[in-house]
């Protein structure tokens, strides 16, 4: 993610999360955070609980994210030098102001500044929070009506979506995914359904003129397609890497034999036994966490998909 | 609407293993299908489609595509790491299966290292739960390393229990004590790593035996001591990393090992070893430095600094017949001789502390008055001027050094005084006050007057002069101050200005280290080592030069004794320098991390 990617990523997130956006130009974003944004992104559950029991007004933060240090502290050295060239007069009155009601004249809010880029902790919060909040959706895609008659209705396939993140792990690891959508209908499986859905215009509301045919898949039914469609596929791949894994991992099961055997064996007595023999299990358990290969199959978000045409 | 077909109930476990052939079993999470149901069942709650979509793109930008290439580049904006240090983690993590001996030379940055290893195991979700031991001195600043520069939250281990954080720092001597140690001893640890591991190479010690039981899967060790010089302690750190990797306890004498400091089969042991340490050497990684300029200023006291000069040492002599002194208070007299030196501000403090100790009456609290009301006359300050007139010919930034806090006030008020803006800075102050001191240096004054060096890491490449208003008697303090200008990232030269007063015990101690044990010019990392055997055999070195000094009043004896003193400093840097010819050290550097296969 470069810059600007960051930027759209945020900007659209703090959108979904309905946060009202104070200021922005192409390398800042000054936000005042919603509810809802304040609770994933602050971490303050013991004011926002004392909030709830005592039905206070909440007051959420605000944070000023920049994209672009360089380009931003420009900006600021700009705007400092211009509120440098404030009429004296102005200052005075300020001043004046401030001494007679010991209070600043302008309000003072405490605005958070962030450096927002691609591995920063703040946006790799964001990234867990879209993950905890868009997970499970049940959407229609929006139909054209125009040319329709009142009483035609389309039909819709109703299709149970799922991004899976395949993890090749070892004592190294490799990732893919996996966007499968299973039509309840036919149980057809189709694969790269994600990049399908988003050239979709999708809605939560089922549009006027449509049925649902009926499903003659159960749910529990297409699981199992997708998850022995996962398997057949990656059944045809290449798995040397698992078997240098498990090679490695029977080379040093074998290496640590050869360093623990004689000790065992020179033990005076049993209570070191024990304590060798203890060690070399934790030794051998820790080579298996380290090696084995395994692949470990996920589930980033799914859904159910109302798409048009029968599939 | 037939949405709601019939919930059959889900009878299928959170999740399912099955193999996918002979070498691999593929297991399926399955904890999402019942959530789905549930959301089914109860007609939502549900979710955004555009929150769904930022999930997802998060998921496609945060995936780990391949085996090979280091992820975490990508991530760290705020580093550029050196060839060497990517080499380094890439074969780390690519090829030593995350267990290793990090060994570079002092000055290459084997934390960054550390650091670049740590992260991509966190990228890739290999490592969650990770603990870092190291000395208590370096806590802080590892922590402080790893949040600005990897954005790892890496938490110190305070007093009360932190222990679930996922990144911890600690001290080993607090992780090992109770009710510490239990806890620790419970968890597997993805990562651990070990700073300054030299130190756990006596099998027999509790640190030892502690860093024994911890649960790992990757397990770095640091250190800069080329371990190899003693066959028996690299067997042992090996053994808790790797055990077997150099053979049983037995094989391994029989194979390698003619006495403790020579092995035998040295190509097999220098393979066996290439397997589990990588040293980075300055002259392999092609790491440049800029060179040091050491110039020595001897500077002529006035009379009445003579005057003084000679009146505190004939005190501390006389002092030190006493029969019934004690080693300290012989330390104390000796640093009245050194401080005299430095400024009578400095010597004025120490001799109102020791009257403020000594009885009412006792002749020796005439003496003392007698004393101040010497540094009453002294009106020249020849120190002082000398440093103005540095500063003022260059008109470039500046550090002076100096053992003394009284020595720093002195001279913060003389640079005001003359107009240079000057700052401080010292070991006392908390860590936001130095954080300031440093910044008013880098961006407004001219002048950081400091008397700390070491432990806390300051960076200075910004400036590249530096002053030593008096001498650390302990080499490596030395080496310390110039180290905190004289590293990675410095551009220019560095300038180092010695002060020293003719006919003192300074100039004593700078023939010392600059003529007869050539420090200035020693490479970075042989020091620590020299003295380290130096210091085994004869206790500290400040203890030994105290010595030498009140036991060798006449000027001859005292030249003679400290010749004595620096042949056996250089003698330990002879034997140090053929074992680095002699033993693996110099095979395993450079070559076996450039031939890393990406």
Redesign the interface.
């Known amino acids: 993610?470069i810059v600007k990617?960051v930027y759209q990523?945020v900007e659209?997130?703090l959108?979904?999360m309905q946060c009202e956006i104070i200021e922005k130009s192409s390398y800042h974003i000054k936000v005042k955070l919603s509810a809802a944004a304040d609770k994933e992104l602050t971490n303050r559950p013991f004011y926002w609980s004392f909030i709830e029991r005592s039905s206070e007004k909440p007051e959420t933060l605000s944070f000023c994210f920049i994209f672009d240090q360089e380009k931003y502290e420009q900006h600021k050295k700009l705007e400092e030098e211009s509120q440098a060239a404030l009429s004296k007069e102005e200052k005075l009155a300020e001043s004046i102001l401030e001494r007679t009601f010991g209070v600043p004249a302008k309000p003072l809010s405490r605005v958070l500044q962030e450096h927002l880029?691609?591995?920063?902790?703040r946006l790799e919060q964001?990234?867990q929070s879209?993950?905890q909040?868009?997970?499970?959706?049940?959407?229609f895609e929006e139909t054209r009506i125009a040319g329709l008659h009142p009483l035609e209705s389309k039909a819709y396939t109703?299709w149970l979506g799922i991004?899976y993140?395949v993890?090749?792990?070892c004592?190294?690891?490799?990732?893919?995914?996996y966007s499968l959508g299973i039509s309840l209908v036919t149980g057809y499986v189709m694969e790269q359904f994600?990049e399908k859905l988003?050239r979709k215009r999708?809605?939560?509301k089922?549009p006027s003129n449509v049925?649902?045919a009926?499903?003659a898949i159960?749910?529990?039914k297409a699981?199992t397609l997708a998850?022995q469609y996962?398997?057949r596929k990656?059944?045809q791949y290449d798995?040397s890497?698992?078997?240098e894994?498990?090679e490695?991992l029977k080379e040093?099961l074998a290496?640590?034999?050869?360093?623990?055997?004689?000790?065992l064996q020179q033990a005076v007595d049993e209570e070191q036994q024990f304590k060798i023999k203890q060690?070399f299990e934790?030794?051998k358990?820790?080579i298996r966490?380290?090696?084995e290969?395994?692949?470990?199959?996920?589930?980033?978000?799914?859904?159910?998909f109302h798409l048009e045409g029968i599939d | 609407m037939n949405i709601h077909q019939s919930f059959e109930t889900n009878k299928s476990a959170e999740s399912i293993n099955k193999p996918i052939n002979q070498d691999v079993t593929i297991s399926f999470d399955r904890s999402w299908f019942g959530e789905l149901l549930s959301h089914i069942e109860h007609n939502g709650p549900w979710h955004q489609w555009s929150m769904f979509q930022l999930a997802m793109e998060a998921e496609q930008a945060s995936l780990v595509k391949d085996f090979d290439q280091l992820q975490c580049l990508s991530k760290l904006p705020h580093i550029e790491p050196m060839d060497h240090q990517l080499q380094t983690a890439k074969k780390v993590v690519h090829e030593m299966g995350g267990r290793a001996i990090l060994a570079d030379e002092v000055g290459l940055g084997k934390t960054i290292e550390a650091g670049l290893i740590l992260k991509e195991y966190m990228v890739r979700g290999l490592a969650k739960r990770v603990l870092i031991l190291v000395p208590a001195s370096l806590v802080l600043q590892w922590v402080r390393e790893l949040n600005s520069k990897f954005s790892i939250q890496a938490v110190a281990q305070r007093k009360n229990y932190t222990w679930d954080a996922e990144v911890i720092v600690a001290s080993i001597d607090t992780a090992k004590r109770e009710p510490h140690r239990e806890q620790i001893l419970a968890t597997d640890y993805d990562l651990i790593i070990i700073d300054e591991a030299h130190k756990l190479k006596n099998k027999k010690t509790t640190n030892y035996q502690f860093a024994l039981q911890l649960s790992k899967k990757y397990c770095l060790l640091l250190t800069a001591t080329p371990v190899q010089n003693d066959l028996e302690e690299l067997f042992n750190l090996i053994s808790l990393l790797k055990p077997g990797q150099l053979g049983g306890q037995s094989e391994f004498n029989s194979t390698f090992v003619v006495d403790k400091r020579m092995p035998k089969n040295e190509q097999l042991l220098q393979d066996a070893l290439a397997k589990v340490m990588i040293r980075n050497t300055r002259q392999d990684s092609a790491v440049s430095f800029t060179k040091r300029h050491v110039q020595n200023i001897i500077l002529e006291l006035s009379d009445d600094e003579k005057n003084l000069y000679e009146e505190v040492t004939r005190f501390v002599h006389e002092q030190a017949q006493d029969s019934t002194i004690d080693i300290s208070s012989l330390l104390s007299l000796v640093t009245l001789q050194r401080e005299v030196c430095s400024s009578r501000d400095a010597v004025f403090l120490t001799l109102i502390n020791m009257f403020k100790k000594t009885e009412e009456g006792s002749r020796i609290r005439d003496m003392i008055w007698a004393l101040v009301d010497h540094i009453k006359r002294v009106k020249s300050n020849t120190k002082s001027e000398q440093v103005l007139q540095l500063i003022k010919s260059k008109n470039e930034k500046f550090i002076i050094f100096t053992e003394y806090r009284a020595t720093q006030e002195h001279l913060l008020h003389f640079l005001q005084e003359h107009n240079i803006t000057a700052v401080s800075y010292s070991g006392g102050m908390n860590r936001g006050k130095k954080d300031w001191m440093m910044d008013l240096f880098k961006g407004r004054a001219q002048v950081l007057i400091a008397t700390e060096a070491g432990g806390e890491g300051i960076n200075l490449q910004f400036c590249h002069n530096i002053i030593n208003y008096d001498l650390p008697w302990n080499p490596m303090r030395v080496e310390q101050r110039i180290g905190r200008v004289h590293r990675l990232g410095q551009q220019h030269d560095v300038y180092i200005y010695n002060l020293c007063t003719k006919g003192t015990i300074e100039q004593h101690i700078l023939n010392l280290l600059h003529e007869k044990i050539n420090m200035f010019e020693l490479v970075i990392g042989e020091l620590d080592v020299i003295l380290e055997k130096l210091e085994q055999d004869e206790g500290s070195i400040e203890q030994q030069l105290a010595k030498l000094l009140i036991q060798n009043k006449d000027e001859q004896q005292l030249n003679d004794a400290l010749a004595k003193l620096g042949s056996s400093i250089r003698q330990h840097a002879k034997q140090e320098q053929t074992h680095n010819r002699l033993k693996p050290s110099t095979a395993i550097n450079h070559s076996s991390t450039k031939g890393v296969q990406l």
């Open positions: 993610m990617d990523y659209r997130y959108e979904a880029y691609f591995g920063s902790p964001i990234f879209t993950k909040n868009g997970s499970y959706v049940y959407l109703a991004n993140r993890e090749y792990c004592d190294r690891k490799r990732e893919e995914i994600y988003i999708l809605s939560p089922l049925h649902i009926k499903h159960t749910y529990n699981l998850e996962i398997e990656l059944k798995y890497w698992a078997k894994a498990n490695r040093e290496r640590i034999n050869h360093y623990y055997e004689p000790l060690q934790q030794r358990e820790e966490w380290q090696f290969p395994r692949i470990k199959v996920t589930v980033t978000n799914c859904g159910l």
